[in-house]
């Protein structure tokens, strides 16, 4: 395969065959035999070499090299290590953002992949084509813990304790936006998610302490618990909306589906508001007003709890309004 094929070939397997960005992203983190490569994943190290007839230890080294940049992944299947490129544009910007050599034009480039392109792409979608959500919102715990059918994966809490392995990396999306100044070292990876952070090189190893800190101050901060569409996920995201590449998605592709509420809403308790307005200043997706009192919109509201957990007179309550199912999940057993 020629070159230049190998790179249009990257950009086609991430869904995105036009993108000059990404293209650009390509030769960034691959040099032309990195390239050749990674073109023919998923393999083993023996596969990738007979396929380019580049001998085996060279592309040890080569596929290495750029799981550290975070441009292809590991899996292990029957004891045998696979090289995998990632399963979506997603996953490879979340991986590459990492990669500790990255310049400015780098995050630059990935800024016009995921604002335009990608978005461009996701926006074109048929309205009747409604893909699973990538992430979900997390409620905050303390306004929802006093109910009686929380599910414990809604709960960080729960999550964490439940974790074997916990490790932090910085949020890739601020580093790549860099449009405020919320806490940056708060991307909390759980089991799998924490063995590639660490086999990466690119995060932290945490104690469950060192997590309940980090949710706290992202609260505090008003950031956003997110994680994966399925019950039990690899991280638990603190986010922002101006940053976050799923809020940001979700506006520039302008499909709902995107991004999954909890199965929570606000509900305004009328004669305890004060109308004093932290509601409004918190939420991060302007789904409050103040006319008397507050009012929330139902279609705006993604149930995150930041309205319920700053209200100084608690006239904000947290009501689950989704079944259990809207949480797809295998196993529902705690």
Known sequence: MKVEDAYNSLCAKMGLPASESLMSIWKMLCNEEEA????????????????????????????????????????????????????????????????????????????????VDFA??????????????????????????????VLPYE??????????????????????????????????QLNRGAEYTLDRGHGREITREEAFKILHE??????????????????????????????????????????????????VDGPACTACGACVDVCPVEAISIDEIAKISEDLCIGCGLCAGSCPVEAIGMHAIRPDEHIPVKNRQV
């Open 155 to 188: 709960e960080c809490i729960h999550l964490i304790e439940k974790s074997t392995l916990l490790a932090v990396v910085n949020c890739p999306c601020r580093v790549s936006q860099k449009n405020c100044d919320a806490p940056v070292e708060n991307c909390i």
């Open 120 to 149: 461009g792409m996701m926006r074109n979608l048929p309205e009747a084509v409604r893909l699973p959500s990538f992430m979900r919102v997390i409620p905050i715990q303390e306004t929802i813990s006093s109910q009686s059918n």
């Open 36 to 115: 050749l490569c990674a073109v023919e994943l998923p393999g083993t190290v023996d596969a990738i070499a007979e396929k380019t007839d580049i001998k085996s230890g060279d592309v040890e080294k080569i596929l290495q090299g750029l799981f550290y940049k975070g441009a292809v992944f590991k899996s292990n299947r029957d004891g045998i290590l696979v090289y995998k490129l990632a399963k979506n544009i997603v996953q490879f910007h979340d991986g590459s953002i990492l990669w500790g050599n990255a310049a400015e034009e780098f995050f630059a480039h990935w800024r016009q992949v995921m604002d």
């Open 218 to 267: 992202a609260e505090e901060a008003g950031l956003v618990h997110l994680m994966e569409d399925k019950g039990y996920g690899n991280a638990i995201c603190n986010c922002c909306s101006c940053c976050c590449e799923m809020f940001r998605l979700k506006e520039h592709a302008q499909k709902d589906w995107i991004l999954s509420p909890s199965r929570y809403r606000a509900e």
